[in-house]
T-cell receptor, first 112, second 114 residues
Framework: SQQGEEDPQALSIQEGENATMNCSYK?????LQWYRQNSGRGLVHLIL?????REKHSGRLRVTLDTSKKSSSLLITASRAADTASYFC????????????FGAGTRLTVKP | DGGITQSPKYLFRKEGQNVTLSCEQN?????MYWYRQDPGQGLRLIYY???????QKGDIAEGYSVSREKKESFPLTVTSAQKNPTAFYLC?????????????FGPGTRLLVL
């Protein structure tokens, strides 16, 4: 069963705008990871945020984690057409560090 | 796609046939994973292996089998017992536990039923 759920399912923006994607999960986690997938390809790891962290940055990416609300957000600033992809959050539940659950993803389209 | 290769890129299966998907990594990672992805959905864990000669069932192991005879290789067999095998299959590896380490994914194999 899926643990995380991304919102929105699809997002379309213009180049240069910011894109925000949200992830909600159900049970206590050790950490949460965000991945990106270009159409028909494998996933690429973006950021890992641990349960005791609230915010993390990597280049144009900013991830927040609110464990009280069981939610996370991924912000991509100054988006580019090359950011067009699907973005997935993945959570690892507390009692099994190998059981990583992925959401259904947010499909981001950045128009040039 | 890191140092993980998957072959073939496309695979066709006839009714009642077993097929094997290959996954090889040269990253010296201990852990390897197989996921299934259906259209518009996230990944679901089929099997994982933390060390050679050991593997564990994931969420949807029925109809699948794996082996881990070498550190670099983790082949997945889709058996005839898997009634709905059409999907995109992704292999991944990590240095340690999935939850603690970055997972590196292969390019995937798309399996189609004839």
């Amino acid at each position: 069963s899926q643990q995380g759920e991304e919102d929105p399912q699809a997002l379309s923006i213009q180049e240069g705008e910011n894109a925000t994607m949200n992830c909600s999960y159900k049970t206590s986690i050790n950490n949460l990871q965000w991945y990106r997938q270009n159409s028909g390809r494998g996933l690429v790891h973006l950021i890992l945020i641990r349960s005791n962290e609230r915010e993390k940055h990597s280049g144009r990416l900013r991830v927040t984690l609110d464990t009280s609300k069981k939610s996370s957000s991924l912000l991509i600033t100054a988006s580019r057409a090359a950011d067009t992809a699907s973005y997935f959050c993945a959570t690892v539940i507390v009692y099994n560090n190998n059981d990583m659950r992925f959401g259904a993803g947010t499909r981001l389209t950045v128009k040039p | 796609d890191g140092g993980i290769t998957q072959s073939p890129k496309y695979l066709f299966r006839k009714e009642g046939q077993n097929v094997t998907l290959s996954c090889e990594q040269n990253l010296n990672h201990d852990a390897m994973y197989w996921y299934r992805q259906d259209p518009g959905q996230g990944l679901r864990l089929i099997y994982y292996s933390q060390i050679v000669n050991d593997f564990q069932k994931g969420d949807i192991a029925e109809g699948y089998s794996v082996s881990r005879e070498k550190k670099e290789s983790f082949p997945l067999t889709v058996t005839s017992a898997q009634k709905n095998p059409t999907a995109f299959y992704l292999c991944a590896s990590s240095m340690g536990l999935a939850g603690q380490e970055t997972q590196y994914f292969g390019p995937g194999t798309r399996l189609l039923v004839l």
